[in-house]
């Protein structure tokens, strides 16, 4: 069992940058790919980014590639994403999960634990 919390989420205004943390409050992170997804009121949860476990290749949505940056701490057991140059659009409630295996992918069955998730709001 691997239980997640996220944290990090608030308000920021447009251009601005935000951390959101994911740690493991159960179990460990050992062997899992890690990834964020998020979902804005209305729309289905999409895919943000997400890191492999032992090689930590990174993967990002187009949306997100150039302005994020996934990272792990594997001794903490926590993932972070740095999201810069926010926009509105960017609003939403961010979302951690830990993948079944050890590959990064951007779909949503890869990924068999998930935390509640953290909002994230920009104004403009």
């Known amino acids: 069992q691997v239980k997640l919390v996220e944290s990090g989420g608030g308000l920021v205004q447009a251009g601005g940058s935000l951390r959101v943390s994911c740690a493991a409050s159960?179990?460990?992170?050992?062997?899992?790919?890690m990834a964020w997804f998020r979902q804005a009121p209305g729309k289905e949860r999409e895919f943000v980014a997400a890191i492999s476990w032992s090689t930590t290749i990174t993967y990002y949505a187009d949306s997100a590639k150039g302005r994020f940056s996934i990272s792990r701490d594997n001794a903490k057991n926590t993932v972070y994403l740095e999201m810069n140059s926010l926009k509105p659009e960017d609003t939403a409630v961010y979302y951690c999960?830990?993948?079944?295996?050890?590959?990064?992918?951007?779909?949503?069955?890869?990924?068999?634990?998930w935390g509640q998730g953290t909002q994230v709001t920009v104004s403009s």
């Open positions: 999960a830990a993948g079944k295996g050890p590959y990064e992918s951007r779909f949503r069955d890869a990924y068999d634990y």
């Open positions: 159960q179990g460990t992170f050992s062997g899992r790919a």
